[in-house]
């Protein structure tokens, strides 16, 4: 179970890595030429900015903690945090009638579970 663990954190990190870093590293306006990223104008560019800064800190919190073993607590934590980032992001695209991104809002909101599960419980 740990190994399946360890997958599932390395995929979800890497995915929200790569989505974080380019919610901070590109500006609103260009993210708004994306046809997946129309919720964007629905937000200050502070906030855009501030998904993308929890996106990261929540992928590292993935890894980090647990691979270190200091506060190991974090990861499930981090995991947790993930979990309520889709919740989020579930009611933002719900509410925008963006269907096409619910499966996968879905399909990241249960990886994070999954891990927020199997850390609390090793």
Do not use: C
């Not at 740990?2 to 997958?7: C, D, I, S």
């Not at 306006?29 to 560019?45: H, I, R, S, T, V």
């Not at 502070?46 to 190991?72: C, R, T």
């Amino acid at each position: 179970m740990n190994v399946v663990l360890w997958v599932v954190s390395g995929v979800l990190a890497a995915l929200y890595l790569g989505a974080g870093g380019m919610k901070l590293a590109t500006p609103r306006k260009k993210l708004l030429e994306n046809p997946n990223m129309g919720w964007a104008a629905d937000f200050p560019d502070a906030a855009v900015k501030g998904i993308g800064a929890v996106e990261i800190l929540g992928a590292l919190g993935l890894i980090l903690p647990w691979a270190l073993d200091i506060v190991p607590v974090l990861t499930p934590l981090a995991a947790t945090g993930l979990v309520i980032v889709q919740i989020g992001a579930i009611i933002v695209h719900a509410r925008r009638k963006e269907t096409k991104a619910l499966p996968m809002n879905v399909v990241l909101l249960v990886l994070a579970a999954f891990v927020a599960i199997g850390r609390f419980a090793g």
